[in-house]
C-alpha cells in the first residue's frame, strides 16, 4: 500500500531543497570562520548543491545496486571531503594557504553533509512516496 504523496519528482526537489539550506547554512558559518563578509552564503549554497549533484548522481547510478551497503557510505567519505575541498578553493582560499584548516573544514563539511543525509531522505520518502507492506 503506497504511503507518502507518491511523487517521485517533487521527492527530489524536497531531497534538494533540504541539502540546499544545510549547505547554506555551513555557507554561512564558513564564511564566518574565514573571516568573510557574510554576503554571498546563498551562491555558495547552491553551489555546493550543485558540486553534490555533478558528483553524487554518477556515483549513485554506478554504485545504485550496493546503495544500501556500509562500503556505499565508505565510498562517499572520499568524495564529500573533495567536494568540500573544492567548494573551500572556489570561495574560501583559492591559494589553499592554510591546508590543515581547509582539511579540517572539509572533514566537518563531510560529517554535515552524511548528518543532512537523514531529513532529506525522510523528505524525499514523505513527498516521493514509499511502499508499506
Request: aromatic letters at 16%.
Amino acid at each position: 500500500m503506497p504511503a507518502g504523496v507518491s511523487d517521485p519528482v517533487l521527492g527530489g526537489i524536497a531531497f534538494g531543497s533540504i541539502k540546499l539550506a544545510g549547505y547554506c547554512f555551513a555557507a554561512y558559518m564558513n564564511l564566518l570562520r574565514y573571516q568573510r563578509s557574510p554576503t554571498h552564503w546563498f551562491r555558495i549554497g547552491v553551489t555546493r548543491t550543485l558540486i553534490g549533484l555533478a558528483f553524487g548522481y554518477p556515483y549513485f547510478n554506478w554504485a545504485t545496486s550496493a546503495c544500501q551497503s556500509l562500503a556505499f557510505m565508505l565510498g562517499l567519505i572520499p568524495i564529500r571531503i573533495i567536494e568540500w575541498l573544492l567548494l573551500i578553493v572556489l570561495f574560501y582560499d583559492r591559494k589553499l594557504k592554510n591546508p590543515p584548516q581547509a582539511l579540517g573544514v572539509a572533514v566537518v563539511g563531510t560529517i554535515w553533509s552524511f548528518a543532512l543525509d537523514l531529513p532529506a531522505t525522510i523528505g524525499f520518502f514523505v513527498v516521493g512516496g514509499f511502499w508499506i507492506c
